[in-house]
T-cell receptor, first 114, second 110 residues
Framework: EPEVTQTPSHQVTQMGQEVILRCVPI?????FYWYRQILGQKVEFLVS????????KSEIFDDQFSVERPDGSNFTLKIRSTKLEDSAMYFC????????????FGPGTRLTVL | SQQGEEDPQALSIQEGENATMNCSYK?????LQWYRQNSGRGLVHLIL?????REKHSGRLRVTLDTSKKSSSLLITASRAADTASYFC??????????FGQGTTLQVKP
């Protein structure tokens, strides 16, 4: 069964450094998402992406964040200058249609900012 | 309460018993999805119920949706120790993003 994959599984970085989290969505999916989950808290929406542009972003997704689909398979989340409070599990998700289908999640990348 | 609030926050039962988790939400939805998360791991999709459906089954899972009360329930029958996890409901409105609740932590004792 096709699945969403994410790399790395765990990333440790120093405050102020740039990180890129990578995702490979399911191949025939058209809509892509990033969510994050701070330890012990609920999953929060960051951004949605369709047709090579951002469809919607949350208040969390400020100028320090960017997303890109550099080729036909990868979907990346970049944090330009990490802060301690960016430490969280970051999940990528994808689905085929706008709002009628299941959203499939990757296993997540645990980001630790020191 | 916030969109997608589950109760109880924690539930502890014996293997073989049924577990019921509830979710309430505030705005109109297209569908509601339930996910499971084992400790520190990814989100596993369990079941999706559309706004025009009232009940759905998948194996030992039964989900109901009451749009008039803006609530849903997830029933796990004949629970197993392997069902120990956190369970989240997530609502899907017009924009496509999912809004998650705080989750219910289920412990099934062998």
């Amino acid at each position: 069964e096709p699945e969403v994959t994410q790399t790395p599984s765990h990333q440790v970085t120093q405050m102020g450094q740039e990180v890129i989290l990578r995702c490979v969505p399911i191949s025939n999916h058209l809509y892509f998402y990033w969510y994050r989950q701070i330890l012990g808290q609920k999953v929060e929406f960051l951004v949605s992406f369709y047709n090579n542009e951002i469809s919607e972003k949350s208040e969390i997704f400020d100028d320090q964040f960017s997303v890109e689909r550099p080729d036909g398979s990868n979907f990346t989340l970049k944090i330009r200058s990490t802060k301690l409070e960016d430490s969280a599990m970051y999940f990528c998700a994808s689905r085929t249609t706008y709002s009628t289908d299941t959203q499939y999640f990757g296993p997540g990348t645990r980001l630790t900012v020191l | 309460s916030q969109q997608g609030e589950e109760d109880p926050q924690a539930l502890s039962i014996q293997e073989g018993e049924n577990a019921t988790m509830n979710c309430s939400y505030k705005t109109s939805i297209n569908n509601l999805q339930w996910y499971r998360q084992n400790s520190g791991r990814g989100l596993v999709h369990l079941i999706l119920i559309r706004s025009n459906e009232r009940e759905k089954h998948s194996g030992r899972l039964r989900v109901t949706l009451d749009t008039s009360k803006k609530s849903s329930s997830l029933l796990i029958t004949a629970s197993r120790a392997a069902d120990t996890a956190s369970y989240f409901c997530a609502t899907d409105a017009d924009t496509g993003k999912l809004i998650f609740g705080q989750g219910t932590t289920l412990q099934v004792k062998p």
